[in-house]
């Protein structure tokens, strides 16, 4: 039996606190749909004693004015940290999410990962100089910028929060996170591990809440300049608006609604193995998920067949065991869209696999590995994001249809291209209307490349010394060598004898 909290709180000021009025919300777990555990809802007055903390550290507390190594240093222990508690992580996080416990302890493993990339990148940053020979020279000094407010999603709640905290602390700001309210608990670790690792008191700061409410007023907060923001493209919409009066910067990682392109040519067993993989792993949860699969016409009937008997071999279980490929879905009202957009696709394309509960699972947020097949470009399976373990698979005839069928939905995040042909995967990749592509090749990222979306999918790019400068100010100092380069304005007049009285 897993040994879990019964209440989790706010970390403010180095302090775990309740909300200041008492308010609470409660957890489910997504195996029995009971609540499990109660959270403190942050709201506005939350937020402004977290943001209040972390703007004390920022402006009088060491942290921005640690040299680079110093700061390094603390955050190679909250890697190790994190990876000496990879175990328990990996259980509460699979608990909380229902994610598989093998790709929840990945995700664990790879959240430490982020904070040793980043403890390295700092001291190996360097800035521009420029000389202008004889006249001047120009350097830039980089700065933290301030409180940083972090506002993550459910998916894979540790590792993207992570994927924020190791820049955003690594170049010396402050924070505010604010996790995803459906799954709150693997984030109440933060508070321990930093603690442990030395950081100073206030820098990091945790207000749990939900989005309407604790969300809403971080973005809205007059002392947080910048927002860092991964969830649903709508919801970007929304915050976008809601900090254009304070002109914050925003980093934005949205939705996405992926296409894996398979061509006739492709290492078809290499292709089947990975879009699989892609689309249910994570239970399908998966911002990057190749939903979408298209596939040249002369192997499509091979393709499904295979793809299909495939799908139905996935094992679907607890998400505690270590046998588990799929879990359970993070919440019922999630659970519920995906079984919507199920019962739609009935109508849209050909079901040939899954199409509902597994056999077995009557109770839960379990979802049978689900394949339509012959979906129409227009069909709602197709352009929407459905984000479970559904995939859409599409007939193509020539490249140029390939393409329109690839970029014809609003999102443009990822795209997985299958081809031997060098030339032809290349000049595809470079046409596709996405942010991350990958050829002959699964979602696996090297942390140094840029991660963003183009289109509905985001705005900004993060990753490598990308989120460094997301985090931090390039201020352009100028220095004059030379004589004093301008034209003289409001010149004395020029004299003469007699006005000097001689
Ligand atoms: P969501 O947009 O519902 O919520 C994300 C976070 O925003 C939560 O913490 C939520 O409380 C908060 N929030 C909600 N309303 C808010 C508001 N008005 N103001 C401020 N904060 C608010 O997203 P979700 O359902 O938690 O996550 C799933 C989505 O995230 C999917 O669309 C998925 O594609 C996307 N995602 C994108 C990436 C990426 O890197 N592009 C990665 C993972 C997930």
């Known amino acids: 039996m897993i040994d879990l909290p019964a209440h989790i709180q706010h970390y403010i000021g180095g302090h775990s606190v309740d909300s200041i009025d008492g308010s609470t919300f409660e957890v489910l777990d997504p ?17 402004d004693a977290a943001v209040s903390a972390a703007r004390k550290a920022f402006t009088e507390g060491p942290w921005p004015r640690m040299l680079p190594r110093e700061r390094s240093r603390i955050l190679h222990r909250i890697a190790d940290l994190v990876e000496s508690r990879d175990q328990r992580l990996a259980e509460l996080e699979s608990y909380d999410s229902g994610l598989p416990i093998t790709q929840a302890l990945g995700q664990a493993r790879r959240a430490a990962e982020n904070f040793r990339f980043f403890a390295d990148l700092i001291v190996a940053q360097r800035d521009d100089t420029y000389k202008v020979p004889g006249r001047q020279i120009n ?5 933290p910028i301030g409180v940083a407010g972090l506002i993550t999603p459910w998916n894979t709640p540790f ?44 820098v990091f700061n945790l207000v749990n809440g939900l ?25 970007g919409q929304l915050i976008f608006a809601n900090a254009a009066p304070h002109l914050k910067g925003l980093s934005m990682e949205l939705g996405g609604k992926s296409p894996a392109i398979v061509f006739a040519d492709a290492d078809l067993e290499a292709a089947i193995n990975a879009t699989i993989f892609g689309v249910f792993s994570l239970n399908g949860e998966r911002c990057t998920a190749g939903s979408r699969i298209l596939v040249e016409r002369p192997i499509y009937d091979e393709f499904v067949d295979r793809y ?52 077995g699972f009557e109770t839960g947020n379990f979802v049978a590995p689900t394949v339509f097949a012959d979906v129409p470009s227009d069909a709602r399976i197709f352009t929407e994001e459905i984000f479970g373990p559904v995939v859409a698979i599409t007939p193509f005839d020539t490249e ?39 050829l002959n090749s699964n979602n696996v990222r090297d942390l140094r490349t840029p991660f963003g979306g183009v289109k509905a999918s985001g705005l900004g790019h993060e990753g490598g010394y990308r989120s460094i400068d997301f985090y931090t100010d390039q201020q352009a100092v100028h220095i004059n060598l030379g004589e004093v380069h301008n034209p003289v304005f409001g010149k004395p007049a020029e004299t003469t004898d007699d006005e000097q009285g001689s």
């Open 31 to 47: 195996v029995t749909n009971q609540p499990y555990l109660t959270s403190a809802a942050g709201k506005s007055a939350d937020i």
């Open 139 to 143: 350097y830039v000094n980089r700065k």
């Open 159 to 202: 590792m993207l929060e992570s994927w924020k905290l190791g820049p955003a602390l690594a170049t010396g700001n402050t924070v505010v996170l604010k996790p995803a309210e459906f799954t709150p608990l693997s984030a109440s670790l933060w508070s321990g591990i930093f603690e442990e690792a030395g950081l100073p008191e206030g």
């Open 211 to 235: 989005g309407e409410e604790a969300g809403d007023a971080l973005v809205k907060d007059a002392d947080v300049p910048l927002i860092s923001f991964t969830g649903e493209s709508r919801t």
């Open 308 to 359: 299909a008997a495939q799908a139905r071999r996935v094992v679907v279980g607890l998400p505690s065991d270590p046998k588990t490929e799929v879990g359970a879905l993070v919440h019922p009202e999630h659970f519920d869209k995906v079984m919507g957009y199920i019962e739609l696709g009935k109508t849209e394309g050909r079901l040939v696999a899954g199409g509902g509960r597994p056999d």
């Open 400 to 438: 140029a249809e390939a393409l329109e069928l690839a970029n014809g939905v609003k999102y443009g995040l990822a795209a997985y291209v299958w081809t031997n042909d060098l030339k032809r995967s290349h000049n595809f990749a470079q046409a596709i209307e996405a942010g991350m592509v990958w």
